[in-house]
């Protein structure tokens, strides 16, 4: 059959996918870096793997441009990748300091672009709707209030302004700027626009009992 893996990363489905059957893939990433990273996989299945850069939610016409018509199956693994959490420099971690940037594509507005010049209503909501943040309020006008200081720059610097709003009890397991990081690289990279234009393109591209797999992080992408 011919599969795609609208989301590349490093590799770990379409290896499995590959693995499986003699069957193709075509893997699809809006991340330079990883299909940098994925060309000797590539070379390694010569004629079975092919990679894309780009958008999966432009998966239909990417794949129709290859010249296939209809696929046996899609996978998305949603969210973004442990390599750019990892990579400091990409500006996804709030553990990690490296410029404020979160975008996949390294194209459009940054995460600092946002932080440094959106107003406080729109922070706020952006935080509250793609952070699922209670306190999104409280973030929104403490960041402005810090940048008025000094303009946002590293990843470290946002983290601290936000955990001395939220705050942290004992008993919480995840970091307090975690809902806020989200929010920013959810906007950023228009993630939810992005899973809503690749399922209505996994939708024309499968072939009838075609199968379509999502794997989702958080309740917004279950949503």
């Not at 200081?149 to 970091?175: K, S, W, Y």
Request: proline share 2%.
């Amino acid at each position: 059959g011919l599969y795609v893996d609208g989301t590349f990363g490093a590799g770990g489905y379409t290896r499995a996918i590959l693995g499986w059957a003699d069957c193709a893939v075509l893997a699809i990433d809006r991340d330079p870096d990883a299909i940098l990273r994925g060309r000797e996989l590539e070379s390694r299945f010569a004629g079975r793997l092919t990679l894309i850069e780009g958008c999966f939610g432009d998966m239909a016409r990417l794949v129709r441009d290859l010249g296939h018509e209809a696929v046996d199956g899609v996978v998305l693994d949603l969210g973004v990748s442990s390599m750019q959490i990892d990579e400091a420099g990409r500006g996804f971690s709030f553990q990690k300091d490296g410029p404020l940037d979160m975008r996949m594509s390294g194209a459009g507005l940054s995460a600092a672009d946002v932080v440094n010049h959106f107003d406080e209503a729109d922070l706020a909501r952006i935080i509250a709707v793609y952070g699922e943040e209670k306190r999104a309020r409280a973030v929104a006008r403490a960041i402005v209030a810090a940048r008025a200081e000094a303009r946002f720059e590293r990843t470290l610097a946002l983290a601290e302004t936000v955990a001395r709003v939220v705050g942290r009890r004992p008993q919480d397991r995840i970091h307090p700027a975690t809902r806020t990081f989200q929010a920013l690289r959810i906007y950023v990279n228009d993630e939810l626009g992005e899973l809503a234009r690749g399922l209505s393109g996994a939708e024309r591209l499968l072939r009838e009992g075609g199968r379509l797999a999502a794997v989702t992080f958080h309740s917004l992408e279950d949503r």
